[in-house]
C-alpha cells in the first residue's frame, strides 16, 4: 500500500484561498484524468468540498507522488503552486487513513461532528468509480471510511454536534428557536457565490425565507446562484442577484445577512451596519458598553469605599456562598475582617490604616470565633444591589460571518439590536458541543478502524502470492500425474483418480499451515516482507503473481459497477 493524500483545508488555509482554489465538477473529472495518467499514480480519488480539496493516490514513489499530486492540484484549482504550496498538507499509508477516517467521523469538520462529510465522501468514491480511476485500494479505503463514520455516529453521541457549519450557525443566531420557525418569511442578503455561501442561501431558502438576496464581486455568479434557487423543486423562495456596491440598501431590507467572501479585509464595518439597522428602524444604533459592574457579574465592584474588599467573583466562585457569610470571611486577617464589617454596616473605613498589633488581631478574630460559634454564623444585615443592566432589544438585524479572515467587523457584537455569529463565536459554540467522552470514543473508534484496515491490506497484499504458489504446486501435482500415465499406461480410471488425489492432499496438507501462518504474519505491522519471502523460497514468476493481481482488481471492478447497476451504492 502507497496511499498518499495532498490537500488543504480550513484548517491549513483561509477560507480566500480555498474559495478561489474550489474544483468545479468538470475540473474533479479533469484532475482524476489527469492524475492516474501521470507516472507516480495508478489510483486516484477527489474529495472537495467547501472547507476542503484533498487528492487521493495509490502511488508508487512519494517525493514524486508528493509533487506531482501539488502540481496537479495547482494546475486545476487555478491557484498557482507558489501560493499554494505553504496550505498544503501531506498525509502518506497508516496517516492518510487516519486522516480519511477521522474526516469522515466529523473530527476534522469546522463544527465537530457534522455528518454532511459522510455524503461528499460517498459521492467522492461514486465519481471515482463512474471515471474507473478507483482501483482495490481506493475503493477499500473509502468504503471502510464510510462505515467508520457510520459506526461513529450510532456508537457515540458526537452527531449531538452533526450539523453543517452553515446550519450550526443559524441555530445560534435562532438562539434556541427552530431555524424554520426563526427564518419563515425572513429577507436574507447572502454576500458571496462561493460553495458555502451557495450552501447558505440553499440552506436558508429550505428553511423558508421569503427572498434570498445574492451579492457577487462575479455578477455571473451571483446570477447563477440566483437562478438555481428559483427553479428549484424543494422551495418556492424569491431569487435575484445583486451587484457588491448595492450591499448598503440591501442590507437595509434584510432581517438576516451570510457573509463569506474571498476579501483580505472587512466587507461589512461596524458603521456600515450601524446605519443599514438605522436605515431600517428610524432610530440610532446604541452601542453596549463593558461595565465593571457587568464584569463582576453585577455587583458593586471591588475595591471601593462603598464595594465589598473582597475579591468578589472569586469568593463567589469557589464558595458558592454569599459574599457575607463565613464561608466568605474565613482566613481572612484582622484588617481586611474589618473592612468587611464596615461595608456590611454600610460604614466606612480608611484602609490605609493597617497598623494594627497582633493582640488587637486576635482579640478580633477572638469575637469572630465567638459570634460564629453562637449564631451557627456571621449575620447577613445586606446583601449587595445587583446592577440592573439595560435590557438589550430583539434584533433588528442578524449577522453570520463564515469567512477566514473575518468578513464583517467584530466590534458589531456591541451594537444593540444586531447578533452576529462568527467563526470565532461558532468554535467556542461548538466547543462544548460535542462530550469530549464522545470524541474520545470517535477517536478509539478511528485508532481501531485505522489498524483493521491496515491489518487487512497487507493480508491482501499477500494473498496474490499464496495464490501463485498453490497454482504452482497444482501445475507440478498435474504434471507428475501425466508422467505417471505414461510410465503406468496400465492404470484403470479409478487408480488413476485416487492416486491424483492422493498427491493432491499430501501437497495441501503441506501448505495448508505455511500460507495460513504467512496470511497471519503478513497482517502485522511490519509483515509485507513475508510476500517477497514466500516468493523467494519458492522461486515464485513475478508475472505470475501480478497476473492474479491483476485478475483480482478486475473483479473488484465488476463487483463495485454490478452493485452500483443494481443500486446497492
Known amino acids: 500500500m502507497s496511499l498518499l493524500v495532498v490537500g488543504l483545508s480550513h484548517r491549513s488555509a483561509p477560507v480566500s484561498v480555498l474559495e478561489r482554489a474550489t474544483l468545479t465538477a468538470d475540473a474533479q473529472v479533469k484532475l482524476l484524468q489527469d492524475t492516474v495518467a501521470a507516472e507516480p499514480a495508478t489510483e486516484a480519488a477527489?474529495?472537495?468540498?467547501?472547507?476542503?480539496?484533498?487528492?487521493?493516490?495509490?502511488?508508487?514513489?512519494?517525493?514524486?507522488?508528493?509533487?506531482?499530486?501539488?502540481?496537479?492540484?495547482?494546475?486545476?484549482?487555478?491557484?498557482?503552486?507558489?501560493?499554494?504550496?505553504?496550505?498544503?498538507?501531506?498525509?502518506?499509508?497508516?496517516?492518510?487513513?487516519?486522516?480519511?477516517?477521522?474526516?469522515?467521523?466529523?473530527?476534522?469538520?469546522?463544527?465537530?461532528?457534522?455528518?454532511?462529510?459522510?455524503?461528499?465522501?460517498?459521492?467522492?468514491?461514486?465519481?471515482?468509480?463512474?471515471?474507473?480511476?478507483?482501483?482495490?485500494?481506493?475503493?477499500?479505503?473509502?468504503?471502510?471510511?464510510?462505515?467508520?463514520?457510520?459506526?461513529a455516529h450510532s456508537e457515540t453521541g458526537i452527531d449531538r454536534a452533526g450539523q453543517s457549519l452553515v446550519t450550526f450557525g443559524l441555530e445560534q443566531l435562532s438562539a434556541g428557536t427552530a431555524v424554520e420557525a426563526w427564518a419563515k418569511g425572513k429577507r436574507a442578503l447572502v454576500i458571496g457565490a462561493g460553495s458555502m455561501s451557495s450552501l447558505a442561501a440553499a440552506t436558508l431558502a429550505r428553511a423558508g425565507v421569503a427572498e434570498v438576496v445574492i451579492a457577487n464581486r462575479t455578477p455571473d455568479?451571483?446570477?447563477?446562484?440566483?437562478?438555481?434557487?428559483?427553479?428549484?423543486?424543494?422551495?418556492?423562495?424569491?431569487?435575484?442577484?445583486?451587484?457588491?456596491?448595492?450591499?448598503?440598501?440591501?442590507?437595509?431590507?434584510?432581517?438576516?445577512?451570510?457573509?463569506?467572501?474571498?476579501?483580505?479585509?472587512?466587507?461589512?464595518?461596524?458603521?456600515?451596519?450601524?446605519?443599514?439597522?438605522?436605515?431600517?428602524?428610524?432610530?440610532?444604533?446604541?452601542?453596549?458598553?463593558?461595565?465593571?459592574?457587568?464584569?463582576a457579574g453585577g455587583l458593586a465592584p471591588a475595591g471601593t469605599d462603598e464595594g465589598c474588599p473582597l475579591d468578589l467573583s472569586a469568593v463567589q466562585g469557589a464558595t458558592g456562598f454569599s459574599v457575607m457569610g463565613e464561608a466568605a470571611v474565613a482566613g481572612m486577617d484582622a484588617a481586611t475582617l474589618e473592612q468587611h464589617a464596615a461595608w456590611v454596616d454600610r460604614g466606612t473605613v480608611d484602609r490605609r490604616d493597617s497598623r494594627r498589633t497582633p493582640e488587637v488581631e486576635a482579640e478580633l478574630i477572638t469575637a469572630l470565633a465567638a459570634t460564629v460559634a453562637a449564631g451557627g454564623r456571621l449575620p447577613e444585615r445586606r446583601r449587595p444591589e445587583p446592577v440592573v443592566e439595560a435590557p438589550r432589544p430583539a434584533p433588528a438585524l442578524a449577522l453570520l460571518d463564515l469567512a477566514m479572515p473575518r468578513d464583517i467587523d467584530a466590534a458589531v457584537h456591541r451594537l444593540l439590536g444586531v447578533r452576529l455569529v462568527d467563526i470565532e463565536s461558532l468554535a467556542e459554540a461548538s466547543a462544548d458541543a460535542p462530550m469530549a467522552a464522545d470524541v474520545d470514543l470517535v477517536r478509539r473508534i478511528v485508532a481501531d478502524e485505522v489498524a483493521a484496515f491496515g491489518a487487512a491490506q497487507r493480508a491482501a497484499h499477500i494473498t496474490p502470492t499464496v495464490v501463485a504458489l498453490r497454482t504452482m504446486a497444482a501445475d507440478v501435482v498435474a504434471n507428475e500425474i501425466a508422467r505417471l500415465d505414461g510410465r503406468l499406461p496400465g492404470l484403470d480410471e479409478k487408480q488413476r483418480g485416487e492416486i491424483t488425489q492422493t498427491v493432491r492432499r499430501v501437497v495441501d496438507k503441506l501448505l495448508h499451515a505455511p500460507t495460513v501462518r504467512v496470511k497471519q504474519l503478513a497482517a502485522e505491522p511490519g509483515g509485507a516482507g513475508y510476500a517477497d519471502a514466500l516468493r523467494t523460497l519458492f522461486d515464485l514468476d513475478p508475472e505470475t503473481v501480478a497476473a492474479v493481481s491483476r485478475a483480482d482488481d478486475r473483479d473488484t471492478s465488476d463487483s463495485t459497477e454490478n452493485a452500483k447497476n443494481r443500486g446497492r451504492e
Open 221 to 295: 455568479r451571483a446570477e447563477r446562484l440566483a437562478q438555481i434557487l428559483t427553479e428549484g423543486d424543494d422551495t418556492d423562495v424569491l431569487a435575484r442577484a445583486v451587484p457588491m456596491d448595492a450591499v448598503p440598501a440591501e442590507l437595509t431590507r434584510a432581517d438576516v445577512a451570510v457573509s463569506c467572501t474571498g476579501a483580505t479585509g472587512l466587507v461589512l464595518t461596524a458603521e456600515a451596519v450601524a446605519a443599514a439597522v438605522e436605515g431600517r428602524t428610524g432610530t440610532p444604533v446604541a452601542v453596549r458598553e463593558e461595565t465593571p459592574a457587568s464584569a
Open 46 to 151: 477527489v474529495l472537495a468540498t467547501c472547507n476542503r480539496i484533498e487528492l487521493y493516490a495509490d502511488v508508487d514513489k512519494f517525493h514524486a507522488g508528493v509533487v506531482e499530486l501539488s502540481t496537479l492540484l495547482a494546475q486545476h484549482s487555478g491557484v498557482g503552486l507558489e501560493e499554494l504550496t505553504p496550505y498544503l498538507y501531506v498525509h502518506y499509508e497508516d496517516r492518510a487513513v487516519h486522516h480519511l477516517f477521522s474526516v469522515a467521523c466529523g473530527l476534522d469538520s469546522m463544527v465537530v461532528g457534522e455528518g454532511q462529510i459522510l455524503g461528499q465522501i460517498k459521492d467522492a468514491l461514486a465519481t471515482a468509480q463512474e471515471l474507473h480511476t478507483a482501483g482495490r485500494l481506493l475503493n477499500d479505503l473509502f468504503q471502510q471510511a464510510l462505515r467508520t463514520g457510520k459506526r
